[in-house]
């Protein structure tokens, strides 16, 4: 997943502000440069009525579960970087001392990350 570029081409406040609220987008050059970067929801079917009917014409819950579960067959967690590891690590260390102050932990029973299933 990547996420939406910022920049004064991309967010075009000088063609919105040229065009105004009741303008034509569609002429503007701006638009012939950037409208293949729009973002399509790949659950909905853009293909023509009969091209749709000929594919099998599944509707959107099976389209969804479809790419649910491939994306479920597909994932591969990355591993947490060592940053992440001892910021995680320094949090369970507070809250174990947190608990042991107020006499709701004892680390002596079960450490708190081992509590959690932290493997750290």
Same mark, same amino acid.
């Given at each position: 997943?990547? %996420?939406i570029k910022i920049t004064p081409e991309t967010f075009a406040l000088d063609i919105i502000h040229k065009v105004g609220t009741r303008g034509g987008y569609l002429?503007?050059?701006h638009t012939a440069r950037h409208y293949r970067e729009v973002w399509y929801p790949s659950v909905?079917?853009?293909r023509a009525h009969h091209t749709w009917e000929e594919a099998g014409n599944a509707d959107t819950t099976t389209t969804a579960?479809?790419?649910a579960?491939?994306?479920i067959l597909n994932h591969k967690p990355q591993p947490p970087s060592e940053t992440? /590891?001892?910021t995680a690590? %320094? /949090?369970i260390q507070e809250a174990e001392k947190r608990l042991q102050k107020q006499k709701r932990w004892s680390s002596s029973l079960l450490p708190l990350s081992?509590? /959690?299933k932290f493997r750290i």
């Open positions: 997943m990547r %996420g002429e503007a050059d909905f079917d853009r579960r479809r790419i579960h491939e994306t992440a /590891l001892e690590r %320094g /949090l081992q509590f /959690l």
